[in-house]
């Protein structure tokens, strides 16, 4: 199900032959830590459908977390179980009511922002990449309730 080698999760940058097979490495493991962190979420019966992924953050300098955010939708969108609302539609709907995207989705802006948006949960989350390990932590709130319905945490040491 992993996307492989393909797309790398740290920025381009001038790298010796050495970074070049570490970034190769955090590439796959961030793809399996993803894998991993869809299929719990697909297993667990959170009552949810239609979600929107939020913003992954992070302070690892380099690490693309958008790429890592558009593989988690890609992973939540092939198990055919969550219809996941665009963040470009997000944006358009939440323009016309005059309110943004940045920040973080709590429990109260999540249910404020559901009940505009018609989504029914929110994917948050941040990402790291220090010491040779990779920790994803991911959150579902559910936007009815502002109740965190699912939270995870996977880590990885590169190989």
Same mark, same amino acid.
């Given at each position: ?39 719990? #979420? ?7 459908? $239609?979600? @929107? +992924?939020?913003?992954? %953050?992070?302070?690892? /300098? ?36 005059? #309110? ?7 429990? $109260?802006? @999540? +249910?404020?922002?559901? %009940?505009?948006?018609? /989504? ?40």
């Amino acid at each position: 199900m992993g996307m492989g080698g393909a797309h790398m999760a740290l920025k381009p940058a001038k790298h010796s032959a050495s970074k070049t097979v570490q970034r190769a490495n955090s590439g796959q493991i961030i793809d399996q830590v993803i894998d991993e962190a869809v299929s719990d #979420l697909r297993q667990r019966n959170v009552g949810v459908a $239609k979600i @929107a +992924v939020w913003k992954i %953050k992070s302070q690892t /300098v380099g690490l693309d977390v958008e790429l890592v955010r558009q593989k988690l939708i890609t992973r939540l969108t092939a198990t055919n179980r969550f219809k996941v609302v665009s963040r470009e539609r997000l944006s358009e709907l939440l323009q016309e009511q005059s #309110l943004s995207l940045s920040g973080t989705v709590d429990e $109260k802006s @999540a +249910v404020e922002i559901g %009940k505009l948006v018609g /989504v029914e949960g929110f994917i948050d989350g941040y990402a790291s990449l220090e010491n040779n390990r990779f920790t994803l932590n991911l959150v579902l709130i559910e936007t009815k309730s502002g109740v965190i319905l699912w939270a995870k945490t996977i880590e990885r040491t590169l190989r």
